[in-house]
């Protein structure tokens, strides 16, 4: 069987990369003010370490007292926590979104690896933070971080149960296939934030990873 390509124009409006989070969604999402003090400090996370990241800093950025921010967060690192859940919601719903009902499950994975490899060249800086510098006392984070892997490999699970009542995968173990994947959207991550790689020698690393995915998953002739 041949190789099965991604072809990267159709996939999510192809690798577009940005620096902003959707700031507008946000804002909608769990109000004007509070919106802004996220968005102020998933920025000025992204521009420095976790230490040297002051409350007084990002109120000055989000236009609020330093008050203000202690009526929404008790510490810094419960702000922090929250742009965690803030961000993984943005890029959960971004691959929800990608996965168009009318799509095949091939499709909707072509479409999730495209719409991944987008959302974390957006937002390069702020992941690089995220993942580098954790605040000293992180169990509620760790605990609130398994509950989002839980949630995205739930996600893929049903797109290749999907795949296998349709016909387009072979039996595999839903669970341990979704792990798979989430480890190679882990792998591009690295790539992003560490490889310094251009545009599209990485649009070719996560082809070939998607290849190897999809290759995995083919039905026998």
């Not at 545009?199 to 026998?220: H, I, P, R, T, Y």
Request: hydrophobic share 50%; net charge negative.
């Amino acid at each position: 069987m041949p190789v099965m390509r991604v072809t990267w124009d159709i996939l999510a409006g192809g690798w577009q990369p940005a620096s902003r989070w959707n700031e507008g969604a946000m804002m909608q999402e769990i109000g004007e003010k509070k919106g802004r003090i996220l968005v102020a400090a998933m920025d000025i996370f992204g521009e420095r370490p976790y230490d040297q990241v002051k409350i007084e800093d990002i109120a000055e950025r989000a236009g609020v007292g330093k008050g203000t921010i202690y009526e929404y967060f008790v510490s810094k690192e419960e702000l922090f926590a929250a742009i965690l859940e803030a961000g993984f919601n943005e890029y959960f719903m971004a691959l929800v979104a990608a996965a168009v009902p009318s799509l095949s499950a091939t499709a909707k994975l072509q479409a999730v690896f495209g719409r991944h490899l987008s959302f974390i060249s957006q937002h390069a800086a702020a992941a690089r933070i995220i993942l580098s510098e954790r605040p000293a006392s992180r169990s509620e984070i760790h605990e609130a971080m398994v509950n989002r892997y839980m949630r995205l490999g739930r996600f893929l699970e049903e797109l290749l149960q999907e795949g296998m009542t349709a016909g387009e995968f072979r039996p595999v173990d839903t669970a341990i296939v979704a792990q798979a994947i989430i480890g190679i959207f882990s792998t591009l991550l690295v790539f992003v934030l560490f490889a310094e790689q251009a545009a599209d020698a990485m649009e070719k690393n996560a082809e070939k990873l998607l290849d190897f995915c999809l290759l995995g998953l083919a039905v026998g002739d």
